[in-house]
């Protein structure tokens, strides 16, 4: 388990939440369904995790992080599925997935129809976890940048000369005691 103080923030198996840890399997599993499109089920889709695996993950910060792992992996696993069937003539109308303490289960119905293809249901579904995940990510990075900008240090100077060479002067000077390597910029107003 992985414990950070900053901004009162913890970060259990990747998760992070404000002022708690999870304290129960429930909290665990509502922050993995938030993460993790996948976990709220489609028409013909859906993908589940065993209660005694989330307690596993939640004590074990390996199966923890393979929990998540793999549930970022779904998408890619219900595509080769469909690949698979389409390249046998059929069409995969059905999957589930279910996460367990022991192994994993997938469960597949397929239909034969003489062409193959994939179904809307499931292609609808994928492309909505799809989108989540692009979205989050965007929004992540929203946030990094935003924590970036706010981390860099702000000064303000204020220099009174007769001439703009000894502005200049006197900038660079303080400038340089000030900020010891990085980089400013300045504005001078007559």
């Not at 840890?21 to 499109?37: I, M």
């Not at 976990?39 to 939640?58: D, E, F, H, Q």
């Not at 192994?103 to 129809?113: A, D, I, L, Q, R």
């Not at 809307?120 to 929203?142: C, F, G, P, R, T």
Request: include cysteine; aromatic fraction near 8%.
């Amino acid at each position: 388990m992985k414990v950070t103080t900053a901004n009162n923030q913890y970060s259990v198996n990747n998760w992070v939440t404000n002022n708690k840890k999870p304290n129960n399997v429930r909290e665990y599993s509502n922050y993995l369904t938030n993460k993790y499109g996948c976990l709220t089920p489609g028409k013909n889709a859906a993908v589940s995790i065993t209660g005694g695996l989330l307690r596993k993950a939640m004590a074990d910060e390996k199966t923890g992080e393979w929990l998540e792992r793999e549930l970022g992996k779904v998408t890619d696993y219900i595509r080769t599925a469909q690949k698979a069937a389409i390249a046998h003539g059929s069409t995969l109308k059905s999957v589930s997935i279910e996460f367990g303490e022991e192994y994993s289960t997938m469960t597949t119905t397929g239909v034969f129809n003489g062409g193959g293809g994939t179904d809307s249901e499931i292609d609808e579904w994928l492309a909505k976890i799809e989108e989540k995940k692009s979205e989050k990510k965007a929004s992540e990075k929203k946030i990094e940048q935003k924590k970036i900008e706010s981390d860099q240090d702000t000064f303000a100077m204020e220099m009174r000369g007769k001439s703009l060479e000894d502005l200049t002067g006197d900038f660079v000077m303080k400038l340089s005691l000030q900020t010891s390597g990085k980089a400013g910029s300045f504005d001078v107003r007559g």
